[in-house]
């Protein structure tokens, strides 16, 4: 009894239950259909957070020779404007922690002020501009 298995894999392996192809393709796949609704999302806002429940772009930009000043166009502001005005502020904060390691910053149009009196480039962008407070 000592060369006899207590279990008969072979019965078992043949079905496919226990085949070492099969299990680790199946769990893959399993994981594959889950993760789906997530990598849509991904794709569609690219990771970036939508805020008053849009997604928008925006760009920074700043003086080589002054980088702790920034502008801020947010595009198609009109969806939102208080959400795009919130988007400016999240990117405003990222620039300034990236380049100067704290989000301290002074606005000299900000996104409070551009619920109430917004600046507006030619091309319809939401502008928002201010300085980081450096160390």
Do not use: H
Request: charge should be neutral.
């Amino acid at each position: 009894m000592s060369g006899m298995p207590i279990f008969d894999t072979r019965a078992v392996t043949r079905t496919g239950l226990l085949s070492g192809r099969v299990r680790p393709v199946a769990i893959a796949a399993l994981l594959g259909l889950a993760l789906l609704p997530g990598c849509e999302a991904l794709r569609r806002d690219r990771g970036v957070p939508a805020f008053d429940g849009v997604v928008f772009g925006a760009k920074v930009s700043s003086d080589a020779t002054n980088p702790e000043n920034f502008t801020i166009a947010i595009n198609k502001p009109q969806r939102t404007l208080a959400g795009a005005s919130e988007a400016g502020r999240y990117e405003a904060t990222k620039y300034c922690i990236q380049t100067f390691g704290s989000s301290e910053m002074t606005w000299y149009q900000g996104p409070d002020q551009s619920r109430t009196q917004p600046v507006f480039a030619d091309d319809g962008d939401l502008l928002l501009s201010g300085a980081c407070k450096g160390w």
